[in-house]
Nanobody
Framework: QVQLVESGGGQVQAGGSLRLSCAAS????????MGWFRQAPGKDREFVAR?????????TYADSVKGRFTISRDNAENTVYLQMNSLKPEDTAVYYC???????????????????WGQGTQVTVSS
């Protein structure tokens, strides 16, 4: 049974930082590309970042977080991370990690590209 469990969310003031973690089990983690998405109240789930299957592999970011967020992974620990700096109130959302098994989808920024999802962790940024 595949499980993705996010942690590290919370409440922070604008300009602050948070580090999200997503622990994976029940899958060959090192074979999966991993992504982070977020969903604010009343909005669709949106792409945040993606990292290829390798530790230190290629990364892609949404324009809205580029330069502020960093995705990374540790294949030895079956964990993917999202370091979030210079947080803004508009970053407030539930953040989800997701796994994309090979063959990898070309539409990596879409929800449908991913096969497994975590339950989400709330991030609230106050002004």
């Amino acid at each position: 049974q595949v499980q993705l469990v996010e942690s590290g969310g919370g409440q922070v003031q604008a300009g602050g930082s948070l580090r999200l973690s997503c622990a994976a089990s029940g899958l060959t983690f090192s074979s999966y590309a991993m992504g982070w998405f977020r969903q604010a109240p009343g909005k669709d789930r949106e792409f945040v970042a993606r990292i290829s299957w390798r530790s230190g592999g290629s990364t892609t970011y949404a324009d809205s977080v580029k330069g502020r967020f960093t995705i990374s992974r540790d294949n030895a620990e079956n964990t993917v991370y999202l370091q979030m700096n210079s947080l803004k109130p508009e970053d407030t959302a539930v953040y989800y990690c997701a796994a994309d098994r090979p063959p990898y989808s070309g539409n990596y920024y879409t929800v449908n590209a991913y096969d497994y999802w975590g339950q989400g962790t709330q991030v609230t940024v106050s002004s």
